[in-house]
Structure formats: structure tokens, C-alpha cells
């Protein structure tokens, strides 16, 4: 058994070396759940309940091993922007309608249809965009001023979205008679 | 008789004797008949009213319906057929070989073909079509119509989870004549009262011809009443086999009659008749009978399972298909032969259709009842608007966000991994319970909840009810204190040995999980591998009061105690709870509140009120983006880093793992892009465990999250934010050439500014690919 696990812990040692980041070293881990003996299992196929094959372990991996990743990968740095993927059919659909539920003085059902959209594409700035006007119209300056806040915070690194976005935060704040608040959204607006 | 008249006879012959007297109780006679003849007129009014009133106003206390979420169909959704399949059968789709109708589905190993039956939803009508999905992966590739149009967005109906229901208990769903199959209401009227479309309420013949049964068998098997009578019976009258309800019986009958057409009067039987029982609940209608024992809309029925449902209108406990397959097999060929017998259906029909098996599902596939911990959710949710009178009554739909294949897929999860730790520790884990969360951490929607490892289990609500110590869970407000107050990702802990005096109490003294101390250390190395003494020792440097401030700006309402255990976690939660407060840390520091309902209608349809996405920032998108760092630390290298054993290392995710005290409770609660999960498991009686948070929940929550089409999660850096290159041995500043070196974020001029000599050139950083372009691509 224990030469069995030797060579299947080289191979993982070995594997994972091929394939993470190069050795960084972290010291020894220690965890809130210490561990005391290296016991990796082999991983094997098993057929699971619904039709599809689950890769799964024969028994327990995790905190129980000591034995390591030697290059675990360290926390991916957060992109500076992330520009919204090409918005979906279904999406676009969705926005339409909106709009026009909007044009038609539907609020209620526009709301439902962005929220729809959300649902497909929460990372899709224009979604909380019309959100947060929509809200305006509801006379909901508060929750609109948060759609809008989130909708920055997803935008973030996108200058011109930022410009967009805390003009609306101005109006918002202007129609609630925050003019202090207005004034301050208007400023940083101008910065990009 | 005669006798009887004898009296009368001798009071005439008084009459004789006095004459004024005579006419005297003439007249009084008169008077007597006249008052008889009004009150009986007035009584006729009366019943006559009261069969009107009950017939035209509501007739029936209707359920509060709750359905899952419509599952939403568009190219470029991540679906499996897999996936479908368990939306499908929660639905009651067959699933054949060939499409012929609705409600039917075909697959091959790409492609779905399924005719769907359309829902009226409050924002528009989806009609029933046939779909035909095509499927890359785990990816919907294709969606078009039958003639091969491709369709943009679909809705499929959604799956109806439960009811609340009247106090009576009565559970129905209400159907119109048309939507019944014609077979149906032939059958019915074949089999209880042939002469229906001729008699006027009360059919003598049909009494007459019961009566010569009756004679004949020599004992009472047949009533006689029409299927008017039976309607009077059982609507407007008590069970109670009086003479008073007998005699009520054929005026009120004649009466209904008299005001009401008989498609009305077959369409109110149709709905009224009980057909079946389960536990406290009673199935009225042929609607939901037809759902209950086919899980099949009615109009989808055949003739053999019409036959079987009228054939139960005489005894349906005596005739449950369930328990007494025989005899229900018996009575609906019984049914079967009067349509042949009154020529409504031809030998061929008549032949097949008795060749047919039963087909009743087994009651497990009704999903109705399969969700009770996250009805239980919903309930409480809608009481805080709605009467119990009017949901037990009124109709109302109930729109969720539940996502059965979700649930499902957590379920699956929850038990294996159970049983697995269960093999493993054997009597140890004797007993050993869970709890689950799942929601969408972009719009608070919780799609699934478990409250027992007995998932149908309408007892205690481990999720909501079950307040257990969080453990180490609460060590992110901890950090998140320290971090707004201007501690930095390198501030040096001090993870030596703690007490702290308490008066009137022995001093507090934390110990690490090892019992080791870790001397000096940098706080998000302290956070990722949950060290106790150093975070024991921020906890109190930062301030108790501040830290129960970050709770409760994370969603936590309930009332916390300001002691210093509290750092550690000895404070109470449910695992909802839970999944609130790493909710706000998932969604950038925007507080919303988890919600089960959108939506509520009323019987038909109208929208009554809904519940809109919400949200608050309470945290800056600059320290929750710390924190967000440091709580992938702890799935990368810390606490929680075996989910990347069977998670792919480009999926990011954050989390933390949770111990209580002694090892009663195993908590994980983390999140991806789309997932947020929150696990606890422990025992009801409160003993230790053999695992801590990593060894049982991190378990389910990664076994559950390997079935999930995940997306990473992935914050964008805000602008107050930079990302300097720090030698790890002494937290200041390093070069991405240097070994040691780690990238980690700052608030803008809060980094280190002293500089280490780079050590040694960490050759493989060198732009050679793969690796380098790999590297780019993350640190660009």
C-alpha cells in the first residue's frame, strides 16, 4: 500500500508541476484543520446517479493530506475592467421589450423583464442601467441610486460606462432633491 | 290509513253537534294550510337562494398554488440534457420515443424534442408548442419551433411545489368542462346516471331501476341519485346520512336544475367530487386527481385513465388504484364496457383500452410536497403580507425562485456525502444531520434550501431554525473591521499566546486548532488558515461593538452578544442566516435581502405584489475587495484549498470553513460567480464530531458545486484599489522576478514602501511559454 502511494503521490506531484505555476514557496501549511498523515487516494470514475459520469475520489481528499501542491496557484489578480460579453440574443430581447414596456407607461412589466435579463446576464451593465431608470419613474429614488451604485461597480475600469452611470447617479439624486449628492455624482461623472 | 282517520271522523261528528265550532277549526284548518303553504313557499325561497348563492358566488376555498421558477430557454444557456430531464419529469412529461403530444418529450443524444403545454404567466402567454432543442456539452447550442424557426427566448411552464391549503384541507384544481376529455364526462354519465341530459335534477326511472337492483341482489348497492343529487349531496349538504338531508336532497336538486344548465352543473361535479386522500390532504376534482395519480394535466388523459378516474367517483379509498390495483382495474373496465354498452366508444376502443396497465405514478414523483424546507421559507415570507384566510382560500399563485434541478443536484450532494462520512466514521457520525442554502449571489434569489437529511420531511427546518455557533464563519466581519480601520493584507498579527481578563470570569484563553502559535504573522496569511490567537487578539484591538456593526452591515438582524468569544464564533446562526451575510461579501458589498417569492397573482392571473431585486451598499467596494482576495486565499492555499482538487483552477472561488467549539458543527459557506452555497452539518443533540468544517462540509459544498455549470468568480479591482508584487518572508515590497513574490491588493498609498533585495530570480517567471503567457494573461 505504501509503496502504491508513493507512486501515486509522485505522479500527482509530478502532474500538478507540469501544469500550475512555477515553485513558490509558502511554508509549511498549517491550518486551522491540521492534518497529521499524507494519504492521498486515487482518484477514480465512478458512474453517477443521473446519467452523467462524476470523477470522484475513492475515499476523502482534502485537509486530511499533507502532502502537497508544490505550485499552487496564488489568488488570481482581479482584472482592472471587464468589458460585458456580447450581449445575448435572449438579453437584447429582453432590453426591447423593456424599453418599450417603459414607452408604454408598463412599469411593472418592464421591471419584470429586466429582471428577467438580469437573471440570463447579471454582469450586463445596461440591464441595471435601465433598472435604475425605471425606478426613477416608480419614484424609488433610493433603490434607483443603488441599481445605478451597482451597476458602477460592475463597470468599473469602463470610463465611459462610469461617466454614464454617475450622471444617472446625479439625476437621481437631483430629482430627490440631494443636491449636495448631486453635485458630488456630477463631479465624479466628470472625471471620465 | 284508515285508522289514522278514525279521530277525525269522530271530531266531524262533534262538528255536527256544534256547528259554529266546526267552521271555527275550518277556517283555523285554512289558516294552518295557508301558514304551511307560506312557509313552505318562504322555504323554497330560501333553499332556492341558498342553492343559488352557493352556486354563483365562490365555490370553493381555493389553495394558494407555489411554483418553481419557469425554467428559461435561449441558445447559449448552460443546460444539460441531464439537467432537462429533471426539469421534465418534475413537470410529468413522458418521455417516448416519438412526440405526438403534449406534455411528451424525446431525446436522442444531442437533441430534445418536447411539446410543451404553455403557461399564462402575469407578464404574458407562453403557448404550448413543440420545441426542439439542440445541445453542445453542457450548453443549450440550438432552440427552434417545429417548422424550424429559431425562437429566441422560451419559457417552460413551471413546476408547481405546493399549496396552502383550507382548513378543510381540501386541495383541488379547478378545471372547465372543455378542458376535460370528452370520454370523461361520457364515462361519468355511462356509469352514474345514464339518463343525465334528460332528467330534471331527479331521475325516477333511475330510482325505480336501483330499487329492482336492490331487490333482486337483496341487499343496497345501488342509490339511485343523479349525478345532480350527488352534486346537492356533497355541496351543499353535510355527510351525515339524515332524513332531513334526504329530503332537502330532491327540492334542492330540482331546483339547481331549475336556474342552471347541465354542462354547468357536470363542469361544478367535475370539481367537487373527492377522489382520494393523502395524509391530511383531500383530493377534490378530477384536475388534481388527474395530476395526482398521472402527474398529467387532464387534458393530456386517455381513455383508459378517464375510465379509471370516473370509475373512482364511487369509492375512491375503496377503489384507490394505489393500494387496490385490482379492484380499480375491475371498476374502470366496468366503466369501460358501459361507454362500449352506450355506444360511445367502438369495440376496438373499447379492446385496447382494456389492455391497458393502470399507469398511476408512484406518489414519489409528484414534486408537489418534495420542497417542504423551502415552502416552509415561502410560508413565512407571505404571512408577513397575506392573511392565512386568503392564502388558505383565495387561489393565489405564488411565484418562486426555486430551481429544481439545483435543489436536486444539492440533495444529491448532501446525502452522499453523508453517507460517504458515514462509512468512514461509522457510530461517531451516528444521527449526523445537514443543512443547505444555495442562491444566486448576483440577484440574492435562493434556489434551494434543505432542512434535514430527510429532504421530504415536513419537521424541523435545520436551515432556518437550526441556530448553531458559526465558528470560524465570522471571521471575515473580523478582518473587515480591521481592514476598513486601515490595517492592509500584510499588517503584521501577532499570533503568539492570548488571555484576556475578564471580570468575574476566568480569563480568556483561545487556543489555535493545533495549539500551536504562529509568532508573527501577516493578517491575510492569519484570515486564510483561520488562525485563532492572532484573530482573537485584532478582534479585540479593533473593538467588539465595531465588529457586531460589521454583522449587521453584512445582513445579520438578530440581536448579538458583545463577548469576546464572539470573535471566534461562539455567536448562534441559522444557515440562512449565514448565507445573508456572505451574500453581501459576494455581491460587492451590497446588502439584499435572499428572496423565494417574485411574485404573487391572484386566481387568475393578476398580479397582486411582487418582491423586485433590492439592495443596499453597506461595505466599500474597496474593503470588500480585500476581504474578497483574501477569501480566495483561503480556497487557494488556506482552509479550503481540496475544493480545487475536483474544482478546476480557473473556476475562482471564495469561501470560508466554520468549527464550532468541540467540533459540534461543520460549516462551509463560499461562493463563485454564480453559486453561493452555505453547508452545516452536525447532530440535533448537539455532540462533537470526528471532522471538523473542511473534513465534512466543505465536502458536500464541493461535491455539490463539481455538478454545477459554474462561473468564476471574478470582482473587478475598483479604482482606490492597486496590486503591488510583496515578498512573502517580510511583507514589504518585491519585484514579479523575485522568488517569494506575491501579488496582493492595497487601497491606493497604503502599501508597503520599503523594498527587500530580490533574493534570487525566480527563473520560471521569465516570459518563456506556456507558463508566461499563462501568467500574462492573469497579471496583465
Given at each position: 500500500m505504501n509503496t502504491f502511494r508513493i507512486v501515486i503521490v509522485s505522479l500527482v506531484v509530478g502532474f500538478t508541476g507540469c501544469t500550475a505555476l512555477p515553485p513558490v514557496s509558502q511554508g509549511p501549511i498549517e491550518d486551522h484543520d491540521v492534518m497529521i498523515e499524507p494519504e492521498v487516494e486515487p482518484t477514480v470514475i465512478i458512474s453517477g446517479v443521473d446519467d452523467d459520469i462524476v470523477v470522484q475520489s475513492s475515499s476523502e481528499i482534502g485537509e486530511d493530506e499533507l502532502i502537497e501542491k508544490p505550485n499552487k496557484a496564488i489568488v488570481p489578480v482581479a482584472p482592472s475592467s471587464i468589458e460585458a460579453a456580447p450581449k445575448n440574443a435572449a438579453v437584447v430581447a429582453l432590453l426591447d421589450s423593456a424599453k418599450q414596456q417603459k414607452q408604454g407607461g408598463e412599469l411593472r412589466s418592464a421591471q419584470t423583464s429586466l429582471q428577467r435579463a438580469q437573471r440570463i446576464a447579471p454582469r450586463e451593465p445596461e440591464v441595471y442601467y435601465d433598472?435604475?431608470?425605471?425606478?426613477?419613474?416608480?419614484?424609488?429614488?433610493?433603490?434607483a441610486e443603488q441599481v445605478a451604485l451597482k451597476g458602477v461597480s460592475i463597470v468599473q475600469g469602463q470610463p465611459k460606462q462610469l461617466h454614464k452611470f454617475w450622471t444617472l447617479i446625479a439625476d437621481i439624486r437631483t430629482v430627490a432633491g440631494n443636491k449636495s449628492g448631486a453635485k458630488k455624482a456630477k463631479e465624479i461623472a466628470d472625471r471620465y | 290509513?284508515?285508522?289514522?282517520?278514525?279521530?277525525?271522523?269522530?271530531?266531524?261528528?262533534?262538528?255536527?253537534?256544534?256547528?259554529?265550532?266546526?267552521?271555527?277549526?275550518?277556517?283555523?284548518?285554512?289558516?294552518?294550510?295557508?301558514?304551511?303553504?307560506?312557509?313552505?313557499?318562504?322555504?323554497?325561497?330560501?333553499?332556492?337562494?341558498?342553492?343559488?348563492?352557493?352556486?354563483?358566488?365562490?365555490?370553493?376555498?381555493?389553495?394558494?398554488?407555489?411554483?418553481?421558477?419557469?425554467?428559461?430557454?435561449?441558445?447559449?444557456?448552460?443546460?444539460?440534457?441531464?439537467?432537462?430531464?429533471?426539469?421534465?419529469?418534475?413537470?410529468?412529461?413522458?418521455?417516448?420515443?416519438?412526440?405526438?403530444?403534449?406534455?411528451?418529450?424525446?431525446?436522442?443524444?444531442?437533441?430534445?424534442?418536447?411539446?410543451?403545454?404553455?403557461?399564462?404567466?402575469?407578464?404574458?402567454?407562453?403557448?404550448?408548442?413543440?420545441?426542439?432543442?439542440?445541445f453542445s456539452g453542457e450548453m443549450l447550442s440550438g432552440l427552434s419551433d417545429h417548422r424550424g424557426t429559431s425562437l429566441t427566448l422560451i419559457r417552460l411552464e413551471p413546476v408547481l411545489i405546493g399549496g396552502i391549503y383550507p382548513l378543510n384541507n381540501e386541495d383541488r384544481d379547478l378545471i372547465q368542462l372543455q378542458d376535460a376529455p370528452q370520454g370523461l364526462a361520457d364515462a361519468l354519465i355511462a356509469i352514474e346516471d345514464r339518463s343525465f341530459y334528460q332528467h330534471h335534477g331527479v331521475s325516477p326511472r333511475g330510482i325505480a331501476r336501483a330499487m329492482w337492483v336492490n331487490i333482486k341482489v337483496g341487499r343496497f348497492v345501488q342509490g339511485g341519485s343523479t349525478l345532480t343529487q350527488q352534486l346537492i349531496k356533497n355541496f351543499y349538504l353535510t355527510s351525515d346520512r339524515t332524513l332531513a338531508r334526504k329530503l332537502l336532497e330532491i327540492p334542492m336538486?330540482?331546483?339547481?336544475?331549475?336556474?342552471?344548465?347541465?354542462?354547468?352543473?357536470?363542469?361544478?361535479?367535475?370539481?367537487?367530487?373527492?377522489?382520494?386522500?393523502?395524509?391530511?390532504?383531500?383530493?377534490?376534482?378530477?384536475?388534481?386527481?388527474?395530476?395526482?395519480?398521472?402527474?398529467?394535466?387532464?387534458?393530456?388523459?386517455?381513455?383508459?385513465?378517464?375510465?379509471?378516474?370516473?370509475?373512482?367517483?364511487?369509492?375512491?379509498?375503496?377503489?384507490?388504484?394505489?393500494?387496490?390495483a385490482e379492484k380499480a382495474k375491475a371498476r374502470r373496465d366496468l366503466v369501460l364496457k358501459a361507454l362500449y354498452d352506450t355506444g360511445k366508444i367502438d369495440e376496438k376502443q373499447y379492446q385496447s383500452a382494456v389492455a391497458k396497465p393502470l399507469g398511476i405514478v408512484k406518489q414519489a414523483s409528484l414534486l408537489k410536497g418534495a420542497y417542504p424546507a423551502y415552502l416552509d421559507l415561502v410560508k413565512r415570507q407571505l404571512r408577513q403580507s397575506y392573511d392565512d384566510e386568503d392564502l388558505r382560500s383565495e387561489g393565489l399563485r405564488v411565484f418562486t425562485s426555486l430551481d429544481p434541478i439545483a435543489q436536486n443536484k444539492a440533495e444529491i450532494a448532501l446525502l452522499k456525502t453523508i453517507k460517504n462520512l458515514e462509512g468512514k466514521h461509522g457510530e461517531k457520525v451516528k444521527d449526523l444531520q445537514g443543512s443547505m442554502v444555495v442562491t444566486e449571489p448576483q440577484t440574492g434569489e435562493v434556489l434551494a434550501i434543505i432542512g434535514g437529511r430527510k429532504t421530504r420531511y415536513q419537521g424541523f427546518n435545520r436551515a432556518l431554525d437550526a441556530v448553531r455557533p458559526i465558528g470560524s464563519l465570522v471571521k471575515p466581519a473580523v478582518y473587515l473591521t480591521a481592514l476598513e480601520q486601515g490595517y492592509t493584507l500584510v499588517s503584521e498579527l501577532d499570533d503568539s499566546p492570548y488571555s484576556l481578563?475578564?471580570?468575574?470570569?476566568?480569563?480568556?484563553?483561545?487556543?489555535?486548532?493545533?495549539?500551536?502559535?504562529?509568532?508573527?504573522?501577516?493578517?491575510?496569511?492569519?484570515?486564510?488558515?483561520?488562525?485563532?490567537?492572532?484573530?482573537?487578539?485584532?478582534?479585540?484591538?479593533?473593538?467588539?461593538?465595531?465588529?457586531?456593526?460589521?454583522?449587521?452591515?453584512?445582513?445579520?438582524?438578530?440581536?448579538?452578544?458583545?463577548?469576546?468569544?464572539?470573535?471566534?464564533?461562539?455567536?448562534?446562526?441559522?444557515?440562512?442566516?449565514?448565507a445573508t451575510m456572505y451574500q453581501t461579501i459576494a455581491a460587492n458589498g451590497f446588502q439584499m435581502p435572499l428572496r423565494t417569492i417574485r411574485l404573487v397573482t391572484d386566481s387568475v392571473g393578476e398580479e397582486l405584489s411582487r418582491y423586485p431585486f433590492k439592495l443596499k451598499q453597506t461595505i466599500s467596494s474597496n474593503s470588500i475587495h480585500l476581504l474578497q482576495y483574501s477569501l480566495q486565499e483561503v480556497t487557494r492555499v488556506g482552509t479550503a484549498r481540496s475544493i480545487y482538487w475536483q474544482l478546476p483552477e480557473h473556476i475562482n472561488v471564495a469561501g470560508k470553513?466554520?468549527?464550532?467549539?468541540?467540533?459540534?458543527?461543520?460549516?462551509?459557506?463560499?461562493?463563485?460567480?454564480?453559486?453561493?452555497?452555505?453547508?452545516?452539518?452536525?447532530?440535533?443533540?448537539?455532540?462533537?464530531?470526528?471532522?471538523?468544517?473542511?473534513?465534512?462540509?466543505?465536502?458536500?459544498?464541493?461535491?455539490?458545486?463539481?455538478?454545477?455549470?459554474?462561473?468564476?468568480?471574478?470582482?473587478?479591482?475598483?479604482?482606490?484599489?492597486?496590486?503591488?508584487?510583496?515578498?512573502?518572508?517580510?511583507?514589504?515590497?518585491?519585484?514579479?522576478?523575485?522568488?517569494?513574490?506575491?501579488?496582493?491588493?492595497?487601497?491606493?498609498?497604503t502599501g508597503p514602501t520599503l523594498s527587500v533585495d530580490c533574493i534570487g530570480q525566480n527563473k520560471e517567471v521569465s516570459p518563456s511559454p506556456p507558463f508566461g503567457g499563462w501568467m500574462n494573461n492573469w497579471f496583465r
Open positions: 433598472l435604475a431608470k425605471v425606478h426613477i419613474e416608480l419614484e424609488d429614488y433610493g433603490l | 290509513m284508515a285508522t289514522k282517520k278514525t279521530p277525525k271522523r269522530s271530531r266531524r261528528n262533534k262538528k255536527t253537534v256544534k256547528p259554529s265550532l266546526t267552521i271555527k277549526l275550518f277556517k283555523f284548518l285554512l289558516k294552518l294550510m295557508l301558514v304551511a303553504v307560506i312557509l313552505m313557499g318562504l322555504g323554497l325561497i330560501y333553499l332556492d337562494n341558498q342553492v343559488r348563492q352557493k352556486f354563483e358566488g365562490k365555490r370553493w376555498a381555493l389553495p394558494a398554488k407555489v411554483y418553481a421558477r419557469p425554467l428559461e430557454l435561449y441558445v447559449g444557456r448552460p443546460l444539460s440534457i441531464a439537467e432537462l430531464k429533471i426539469e421534465l419529469r418534475g413537470l410529468g412529461y413522458q418521455f417516448v420515443k416519438k412526440v405526438t403530444q403534449l406534455g411528451q418529450a424525446e431525446f436522442s443524444s444531442t437533441k430534445a424534442i418536447i411539446s410543451s403545454r404553455g403557461f399564462k404567466f402575469a407578464d404574458g402567454v407562453e403557448h404550448a408548442q413543440k420545441l426542439i432543442l439542440e336538486a330540482l331546483l339547481l336544475e331549475l336556474h342552471y344548465s347541465k354542462d354547468e352543473i357536470l363542469e361544478a361535479y367535475l370539481n367537487e367530487v373527492f377522489l382520494g386522500q393523502e395524509g391530511a390532504r383531500a383530493i377534490h376534482g378530477f384536475g388534481l386527481a388527474s395530476q395526482y395519480y398521472f402527474a398529467q394535466p387532464i387534458q393530456e388523459l386517455k381513455l383508459h385513465q378517464v375510465a379509471l378516474l370516473a370509475g373512482m367517483v364511487k369509492g375512491p379509498t375503496s377503489h384507490n388504484p394505489r393500494r387496490y481578563a475578564i471580570k468575574g470570569s476566568p480569563d480568556w484563553q483561545p487556543q489555535n486548532f493545533n495549539h500551536k502559535s504562529h509568532g508573527i504573522v501577516p493578517l491575510h496569511t492569519a484570515l486564510a488558515h483561520s488562525y485563532n490567537l492572532s484573530t482573537a487578539r485584532l478582534g479585540m484591538e479593533v473593538g467588539l461593538d465595531k465588529v457586531i456593526n460589521t454583522l449587521q452591515r453584512l445582513g445579520v438582524k438578530r440581536p448579538i452578544d458583545s463577548y469576546p468569544s464572539l470573535l471566534l464564533g461562539a455567536q448562534g446562526l441559522s444557515p440562512f442566516e449565514v470553513t466554520g468549527t464550532s467549539d468541540d467540533q459540534r458543527d461543520s460549516w462551509f459557506a463560499g461562493f463563485t460567480g454564480n453559486r453561493l452555497a452555505v453547508v452545516w452539518l452536525g447532530r440535533d443533540d448537539n455532540a462533537p464530531l470526528p471532522f471538523t468544517g473542511s473534513g465534512g462540509a466543505l465536502r458536500v459544498w464541493t461535491s455539490y458545486m463539481t455538478t454545477e455549470t459554474l462561473d468564476s468568480f471574478t470582482s473587478v479591482a475598483p479604482e482606490g484599489i492597486e496590486y503591488l508584487w510583496i515578498d512573502q518572508e517580510s511583507g514589504e515590497l518585491s519585484a514579479e522576478t523575485c522568488l517569494n513574490a506575491q501579488q496582493l491588493p492595497f487601497l491606493l498609498g
